[in-house]
């Protein structure tokens, strides 16, 4: 491929139009075309790992090509997705390292402890993080609950191979006996995996590993893309390049949505060991901040803003909001608040744009929350101790309405200095 600089999206979906680039992906590409005309579908449904991955790409796993990958949805869409298989037991060192840690009288784990736990946990997993297929990474699931596996297990991406029945452009058929016969002739080796999760310091002397090094890591994939945008100068017309090349969101539903759903309540309590656990493992905020801090804007303590994550039990982070000033007009201040509050001003800026997305034109709002006040902010939300905002939705139809017209009378205002000290944050 010629190195070439894209200085537009016309440009770059004309390059597409000439041939394409054979080093990532896009709904627009000539395999993309090919692909709609072949399934007579209706357009595309893909994500960020099929972008990442050159039009040539094969499924580790089922060896099948994105042609063969691609198949028709309920919908009526070609569906185009690869995901990131990745072996539970670094998951399973986490939380045990978590667990041994918080139930001692006194916490002496420090970040550093962390980072060697989880270093080392890598030496415990069977492979590495590898892009698949996402027929492959089913079949995996299903294989599981049909032989009755442990739930920290995962197959290998070569295992997969070994019991996935593959044809083209439709789900994989499992040889459940094979994929039982791998489970049994490895589970001894997993099982000595899981105990050496508990006592992984003595890894490094017993010199008995089980790694399966991949052919190309997920990081690795990623890696790559990110050096094919900046060759080719994408990364100058977006700071996520490969959300120029598809449609994140292709089936939105009502833009509202994610404050019509019901938010359930959290009635878990961090104990004083997990806390302390968190202040020396993960006290990036939590040591920043003194413990009479509040948030300015939905008041809750440092202790009420902790709040369960998908990966740890507690977290703490205190976040920058470009707040709407209405008092000065076109102008945003910066105020640290707590992730909630963050995370909503977030999705109520977000909403606004897909509202106005038509009265935007070539316009683009680079942080959604810069379109909200910290007083609107504070009205639309009742804050609850270590759980998600609940919202009132009549005023925030209100709020949305404002921002709205903000994003129409391009009143709003964020720079390169407001986006480096948010970095810094």
């Not at 039982?180 to 310091?201: N, Q």
């Not at 790694?211 to 900046?230: I, L």
């Not at 909630?340 to 977030?346: I, K, R």
């Not at 998600?388 to 939705?393: G, W």
Request: proline fraction near 4%.
């Amino acid at each position: 491929m010629e190195k070439r600089k894209i200085k537009s999206i016309e440009e770059l979906e004309q390059y597409y139009e000439e041939g394409g680039n054979p080093w990532f992906d896009a709904e627009f590409s000539p395999l993309s075309k090919r692909i709609i005309s072949f399934l007579g579908a209706k357009g595309m449904h893909m994500n960020k790992w099929w972008v990442r991955t050159p039009m040539d790409w094969k499924c580790p796993s089922c060896s099948r090509n994105k042609s063969q990958i691609a198949k028709l949805d309920h919908r009526g869409f070609a569906s185009c997705h690869l995901h990131e298989h990745h072996d539970h037991m670094k998951d399973v060192v986490r939380r045990k390292f978590e667990e041994i840690s918080s139930a001692r009288d006194k916490v002496v784990a420090t970040t550093l402890a962390e980072r060697f736990a989880v270093r080392t946990s890598y030496a415990v997993s069977a492979y590495d993080n590898t892009v698949i297929c996402a027929d492959c990474n089913k079949a995996d699931g299903i294989a599981k609950k049909m032989i009755g596996a442990h739930d920290d297990f995962s197959f290998s991406p070569e295992e997969i191979a070994r019991f996935v029945l593959s044809q083209p452009n439709r789900e994989h058929a499992i040889d459940i006996e094979l994929a039982r016969k791998i489970w049994a002739d490895g589970y001894e080796t997993f099982s000595k995996r899981m105990k050496l999760a508990e006592y992984i310091a003595g890894l490094a002397a017993s010199d008995s590993h089980w790694y399966q090094p991949s052919r190309t890591t997920a990081k690795q994939t990623k890696k790559s893309a990110e050096f094919k945008f900046s060759k080719c100068g994408l990364d100058e017309l977006h700071y996520e390049p490969e959300k120029l090349l598809y449609t994140t969101v292709p089936f939105k539903g009502s833009f509202s949505s994610w404050r019509l759903a019901p938010k359930p309540s959290n009635n878990r309590k961090p104990t004083q060991g997990q806390i302390a656990h968190l202040s020396q493992t993960r006290g990036r905020y939590w040591n920043r901040y003194d413990d009479d801090w509040h948030c300015p804007c939905c008041k809750r303590s440092k202790y009420d803003c902790l709040k369960p994550s998908k990966r740890n039990p507690w977290v703490f982070e205190v976040k920058g909001v470009l707040a709407f000033d209405k008092n000065v007009v076109s102008y945003s201040s910066e105020v640290k608040v707590c992730n909630e509050c963050l995370n909503t001003a977030n999705l109520l800026g977000r909403e606004a744009i897909e509202e106005a997305k038509a009265d935007m034109g070539n316009r683009e709002v680079m942080f959604p929350h810069c379109l909200v006040s910290l007083e609107e902010l504070q009205a639309v939300v009742t804050p609850r101790a270590n759980s998600s905002h609940l919202i009132d939705n009549q005023l925030a139809d209100k709020v949305l309405s404002g921002a709205i017209n903000r994003i129409v009378m391009d009143e709003y205002y964020y720079s390169s200095k407001h986006k480096a000290a948010l970095n810094m944050a």
